[in-house]
């Protein structure tokens, strides 16, 4: 099992900025792809954000260009830079990690964190 915590979510007025991390520590493999998910009442979890074990990107079109996502791999770690925040970006964040062994791959996923935008 991999444990995921999560940490940086809070109140931020709009234009603001916060950083989110989230560690992961247990039975974790090196090919792996780790990113943010979100959530709103009412509405689906979506992409954020990931990062692979390599380095490659992908952002929601909605975050490019305010958002960016990095790892640290010696720490099991990712970051999540937020920028110009809106109100729309107002949700529970979550961290997941997909780890790859063989044709297996293995979903976690952290506990949440909240962020408020105030406008």
């Known amino acids: 099992q991999v444990q995921l915590v999560e940490s940086g979510g809070g109140l931020v007025q709009a234009g603001g900025s916060l950083r989110l991390s989230c560690a992961a520590s247990?039975?974790?493999?090196?090919?792996?792809?780790m990113g943010w998910y979100r959530q709103c009442p009412g509405k689906q979890r979506e992409l954020v954000a990931d990062?692979?074990?390599?380095?490659?990107?992908t952002y929601a079109d909605s975050v490019k260009g305010r958002f960016t996502i990095s790892r640290a791999n010696a720490k099991n770690t990712i970051y999540l830079e937020m920028n110009s925040l809106n109100a729309e970006d107002t949700a529970v964040y979550y961290c997941?990690?997909?780890?790859?062994?063989?044709?297996?791959?293995?979903?976690?996923w952290g506990q949440g964190t909240q962020v408020t935008v105030s406008s």
């Open positions: 997941h990690r997909r780890d790859f062994r063989g044709r297996s791959s293995y979903d976690s």
């Open positions: 247990g039975s974790i493999f090196s090919i792996n792809v």
């Open positions: 990062i692979t074990s390599d380095g490659s990107t």
